[in-house]
Nanobody, 123 residues
Framework: QVQLVESGGGLVQAGGSLRLSCTAS????????VGWYRQVPGKQRQLVAS????????YMLGSVKGRFTISRDNAKNTAYLEMNSLKSEDTAHYYC????????????????WGLGTQVTVSS
């Protein structure tokens, strides 16, 4: 089964930056698209950004465009979410997942999830 480990979250002031990492195992990483998601208590998990197998960004949530960048290093089985100009509304628990299709990433209905990493932005 796929295993996902997210890291890099923390407490940051508004306007600051964080870089999240997502390392996957138990799957052929470079055959998978990667999605970054976030969730706040009481709300559904939301897709923030996704990247194709070859490193092209194919989705970015409107409210983070121009501030967040998604990337991947297939040699390290790792994807990244660079978050700049952070706002209080970016506060959430961030997760990643992998899938073989755009639809799988968009739906986000995966059996296995990692523990995620908490991002808290103070205003």
């Amino acid at each position: 089964q796929v295993q996902l480990v997210e890291s890099g979250g923390g407490l940051v002031q508004a306007g600051g930056s964080l870089r999240l990492s997502c390392t996957a195992s138990g799957t052929v990483f470079d055959l998978n698209l990667v999605g970054w998601y976030r969730q706040v208590p009481g709300k559904q998990r939301q897709l923030v950004a996704s990247i194709t197998t070859t490193g092209n960004t194919n989705y970015m949530l409107g409210s983070v465009k121009g501030r967040f960048t998604i990337s991947r290093d297939n040699a390290k089985n790792t994807a990244y979410l660079e978050m700049n100009s952070l706002k209080s509304e970016d506060t959430a628990h961030y997760y990643c997942n992998v899938g073989r299709s755009d639809i799988a990433i968009i739906r986000g209905q995966f059996t296995y999830w990692g523990l995620g990493t908490q991002v808290t932005v103070s205003s």
